[in-house]
């Protein structure tokens, strides 16, 4: 089997790159220092030691900020006024929050040294009037310039008109019509709610009782948005754009209309079923501690949805709801903001991972510690997913402290790599394996895995003139897939093993022209590019194969002067854009990893991007990094994961070091 190391150590080498296959004895001796790497050393120790320090030892965990843009915390202010629950000092707060992030334009963008967006803009100018800011002050000013000049509230996407439609200044009847008769539409039919992605779905079902009810918040006395010129499009269809005539858009604009004209005199007893339908649904997927699908679109729009179906604040459900809310706030001093999601088992087992690769004792406290809070997260119910692979038993894992319905395939083969390598899998045997068999079953058709659901590609959901943002989807992806396949290899699976032979005619066919793969979770071609390279390593493919030198090629090619590597979220909107980005210890460690995988570890390359991580950690033992190298939605939603410029170039530098010596572990 050819394999990610020098081929000068080809005959003393197992085929495993990652440590997956070694015991803890082995992995406990340290070998850097024998390949005359001081530097490296310490570098590997002051990352180790840093992630210790930031260990929860209370709750045995790691978790960091999980950073997006200011849309969800001018949401906040929204939601705090239709509940009639407004805090004003946590208000002022969200002022302070967006006034500091508004950019010298005027607006404000969805990532780090991004342009000016117009519904990020538009959402957060109306927080702060609803807030009481003064149209006329200067910043107030700039961003009402930048909004008419660029087209306003028509122009905007449609999450943010349905919020304009909730502040009662822009008509409910010109969004994109979501009649809750969509509850009706039973399994197998194109366009029942499980065709739909699970945080599309968790996030339509109670919009479609808000679209029934249709209520507005209760703003202060002489509130309007007059200066914004919002109903200056009188013939505005709340699409943004009008229709070109043509195949699938054509038809939905023209059913938009029928349902809109339907929308005036519903079928009585369709509506009432189809309304308690969708309440129910709510109510059933609510987490014991309040959280809906672990995401706060979902969060918000569920209270909000109970609260027009007459709940009122006292009540389990809507008070768990606001009180998981409010934990996903980041409060300081000045400022507030709200996080669109929580990170803790992700950033617990990359860690881990980090660290054990690293060779930290898996008997040191925090892995041990660790290791079993992870065991307490395992799901233990069907979810979603059960509906179209109703006879897998539960055993995945969720991204969340609380996420019972929605586990998802990375957090679990990161968490099963994680309990294997710290030898936790041997206390609960049968609870590791079912987490494997959950995985397993959760393979696509074409041979991918997606994140939540299987099959899940129906294109027809991303025509609606709802889904402006694209992303109504969860089809199989390479970095997924490219995952798995690393965890599989590392258990010892090969070629053979018929879902890997499936992923690996799925990646085949899934690689770009110019040897890059696209990354759906991660920004991007480098993203999907190291996780395809490091799965066919691991599975046993050929490395020296073509397809492996093209994309070898693509990631040098990418190389900066110096030394790094930097991908940027416009690589989404376009591929041209894909080595424009400036340098970041993420995304270097990606390609590192990637590179190391092919064999590449003696290269120049290597020790080049190698030497940009050593130059460029800093005294704690971190690396600093502000771009947002993570993807909620592409061209949409971008994150910014605060440990991940600390567990991926640990991995990176781990990995580079045991290649080079060969490490049989």
Same mark, same amino acid.
């Given at each position: 089997?050819?394999?990610?190391?020098?081929?000068?150590?080809?005959?003393?080498?197992?085929?495993?790159?990652?440590?997956?296959?070694?015991?803890?004895?082995?992995?406990?001796?340290?070998?850097?220092?024998?390949?005359?790497?001081?530097?490296?050393?310490?570098?590997?120790?002051?990352?180790?030691?840093?992630?210790?320090?930031?260990?929860?030892?209370?709750?045995?965990?790691?978790?960091?900020?999980?950073?997006?843009?200011?849309?969800?915390?001018?949401?906040?202010?929204?939601?705090?006024?239709?509940?009639?629950?407004?805090?004003?000092?946590?208000?002022?707060?969200?002022?302070?929050?967006?006034?500091?992030?508004?950019?010298?334009?005027?607006?404000?963008?969805?990532?780090?040294?991004?342009?000016?967006?117009?519904?990020?803009?538009?959402?957060?100018?109306?927080?702060?009037?609803?807030?009481?800011?003064?149209?006329?002050?200067?910043?107030?000013?700039?961003?009402?310039?930048?909004?008419?000049?660029?087209?306003?509230?028509?122009?905007?996407?449609?999450?943010?008109?349905?919020?304009?439609?909730?502040?009662?200044?822009?008509?409910?009847?010109?969004?994109?019509?979501?009649?809750?008769?969509?509850?009706?539409?039973?399994?197998?039919?194109?366009?029942?709610?499980?065709?739909?992605?699970?945080?599309?779905?968790?996030?339509?079902?109670?919009?479609?009782?808000?679209?029934?009810?249709?209520?507005?918040?209760?703003?202060?006395?002489?509130?309007?948005?007059?200066?914004?010129?919002?109903?200056?499009?009188?013939?505005?269809?709340?699409?943004?754009?009008?229709?070109?005539?043509?195949?699938?858009?054509?038809?939905?604009?023209?059913?938009?209309?029928?349902?809109?004209?339907?929308?005036?005199?519903?079928?009585?007893?369709?509506?009432?079923?189809?309304?308690?339908?969708?309440?129910?649904?709510?109510?059933?997927?609510?987490?014991?501690?309040?959280?809906?699908?672990?995401?706060?679109?979902?969060?918000?729009?569920?209270?909000?949805?109970?609260?027009?179906?007459?709940?009122?604040?006292?009540?389990?459900?809507?008070?768990?709801?606001?009180?998981?809310?409010?934990?996903?706030?980041?409060?300081?001093?000045?400022?507030?903001?709200?996080?669109?999601?929580?990170?803790?088992?992700?950033?617990?087992?990359?860690?881990?991972?980090?660290?054990?690769?690293?060779?930290?004792?898996?008997?040191?406290?925090?892995?041990?510690?660790?290791?079993?809070?992870?065991?307490?997260?395992?799901?233990?119910?069907?979810?979603?997913?059960?509906?179209?692979?109703?006879?897998?038993?539960?055993?995945?894992?969720?991204?969340?402290?609380?996420?019972?319905?929605?586990?998802?395939?990375?957090?679990?083969?990161?968490?099963?790599?994680?309990?294997?390598?710290?030898?936790?899998?041997?206390?609960?045997?049968?609870?590791?394996?079912?987490?494997?068999?959950?995985?397993?079953?959760?393979?696509?058709?074409?041979?991918?895995?997606?994140?939540?659901?299987?099959?899940?590609?129906?294109?027809?959901?991303?025509?609606?003139?709802?889904?402006?943002?694209?992303?109504?989807?969860?089809?199989?992806?390479?970095?997924?897939?490219?995952?798995?396949?690393?965890?599989?290899?590392?258990? %010892? +699976?090969?070629?053979?093993?018929?879902?890997? $032979?499936? =992923?690996?005619?799925? @990646?085949? /066919?899934? #690689?770009?022209? *110019? &040897?890059?793969?696209?990354?759906?979770?991660?920004?991007?071609?480098?993203?999907?590019?190291?996780?395809?390279?490091?799965?066919?390593?691991?599975? %046993? +493919?050929?490395?020296?194969?073509?397809?492996? $030198?093209? =994309?070898?090629?693509? @990631?040098? /090619?990418? #190389?900066?002067? *110096? &030394?790094?590597?930097?991908?940027?979220?416009?690589?989404?909107?376009?591929?041209?854009?894909?080595?424009?980005?400036?340098?970041?210890?993420?995304?270097?460690?990606?390609?590192?990893?990637?590179?190391?995988?092919?064999?590449?570890?003696?290269?120049?390359?290597?020790?080049?991007?190698? &030497?940009?991580?050593?130059?460029?950690?800093?005294?704690?033992?971190?690396?600093?990094?502000?771009?947002?190298?993570?993807?909620?939605?592409?061209?949409?939603?971008?994150?910014?994961?605060?440990?991940?410029?600390?567990?991926?170039?640990?991995?990176?530098?781990?990995?580079?070091?045991?290649?080079?010596?060969?490490?049989?572990?």
């Amino acid at each position: 089997m050819t394999t990610g190391v020098p081929s000068e150590n080809l005959e003393s080498w197992n085929g495993t790159t990652y440590g997956y296959n070694t015991s803890p004895a082995t992995r406990r001796k340290r070998t850097y220092r024998a390949f005359g790497s001081e530097e490296l050393d310490k570098a590997i120790a002051r990352s180790q030691e840093y992630l210790l320090s930031i260990y929860n030892q209370d709750q045995g965990l790691w978790v960091a900020e999980l950073e997006a843009n200011t849309t969800l915390t001018s949401e906040y202010v929204y939601f705090m006024h239709y509940m009639g629950t407004v805090d004003e000092l946590r208000q002022r707060k969200m002022v302070h929050y967006l006034k500091e992030t508004q950019l010298a334009q005027g607006a404000w963008n969805i990532h780090y040294d991004g342009p000016g967006d117009l519904s990020t803009t538009l959402e957060a100018y109306c927080a702060m009037r609803l807030a009481g800011e003064d149209p006329s002050a200067r910043h107030m000013a700039r961003a009402r310039d930048f909004i008419i000049a660029h087209g306003g509230i028509e122009n905007a996407r449609v999450f943010t008109k349905i919020f304009f439609g909730l502040l009662g200044v822009y008509p409910w009847e010109r969004c994109p019509a979501l009649p809750p008769e969509l509850m009706l539409l039973p399994e197998g039919f194109p366009l029942n709610i499980y065709e739909m992605s699970s945080w599309a779905r968790c996030t339509v079902v109670p919009l479609l009782i808000l679209w029934h009810h249709k209520p507005t918040i209760e703003a202060p006395e002489g509130f309007n948005l007059n200066e914004l010129e919002i109903m200056g499009s009188p013939g505005g269809n709340g699409h943004g754009k009008t229709s070109n005539g043509n195949g699938w858009e054509s038809f939905f604009y023209t059913a938009d209309s029928v349902l809109k004209r339907y929308e005036k005199k519903p079928l009585p007893w369709t509506r009432k079923k189809a309304l308690k339908l969708a309440e129910q649904w709510i109510l059933d997927r609510q987490d014991p501690t309040g959280e809906w699908g672990g995401i706060m679109p979902a969060m918000m729009n569920s209270v909000m949805a109970l609260k027009c179906l007459g709940y009122p604040l006292e009540h389990p459900a809507v008070r768990k709801g606001m009180e998981a809310i409010y934990r996903f706030t980041i409060e300081d001093r000045k400022s507030l903001r709200l996080q669109s999601c929580v990170s803790p088992v992700w950033d617990t087992a990359n860690t881990s991972l980090a660290l054990l690769e690293s060779d930290l004792s898996p008997s040191h406290p925090a892995i041990e510690q660790a290791a079993d809070w992870l065991w307490t997260k395992q799901t233990t119910r069907k979810g979603d997913w059960a509906i179209k692979n109703p006879d897998a038993a539960p055993g995945g894992w969720s991204f969340e402290f609380a996420n019972e319905f929605y586990p998802d395939t990375d957090d679990t083969l990161a968490v099963l790599t994680a309990l294997k390598l710290s030898g936790s899998d041997a206390k609960h045997p049968e609870d590791w394996y079912r987490g494997l068999q959950w995985l397993l079953s959760m393979q696509s058709t074409n041979g991918g895995w997606a994140a939540f659901d299987v099959d899940n590609d129906k294109e027809i959901w991303n025509r609606i003139p709802f889904a402006d943002h694209k992303s109504m989807l969860d089809p199989p992806t390479s970095d997924l897939t490219g995952r798995i396949l690393e965890f599989l290899g590392g258990l %010892g +699976y090969g070629t053979d093993f018929e879902p890997a $032979r499936k =992923a690996i005619a799925f @990646l085949e /066919s899934e #690689q770009e022209a *110019d &040897g890059s793969w696209f990354g759906r979770w991660g920004i991007n071609y480098l993203y999907g590019t190291w996780c395809t390279l490091c799965g066919l390593c691991s599975i %046993g +493919y050929d490395m020296q194969s073509p397809r492996i $030198r093209r =994309a070898v090629t693509w @990631l040098k /090619s990418g #190389q900066k002067e *110096d &030394g790094g590597w930097g991908e940027p979220c416009a690589s989404y909107d376009n591929p041209i854009n894909k080595d424009k980005g400036s340098s970041t210890a993420s995304q270097t460690s990606w390609a590192l990893m990637g590179l190391v995988a092919a064999g590449e570890a003696n290269s120049e390359a290597v020790k080049h991007g190698v &030497g940009y991580l050593l130059r460029s950690q800093n005294k704690k033992g971190s690396w600093d990094e502000k771009e947002f190298t993570g993807t909620g939605f592409p061209s949409f939603f971008y994150i910014r994961y605060h440990m991940y410029r600390d567990y991926f170039p640990l991995m990176a530098l781990a990995r580079y070091a045991k290649a080079l010596n060969g490490d049989k572990g």
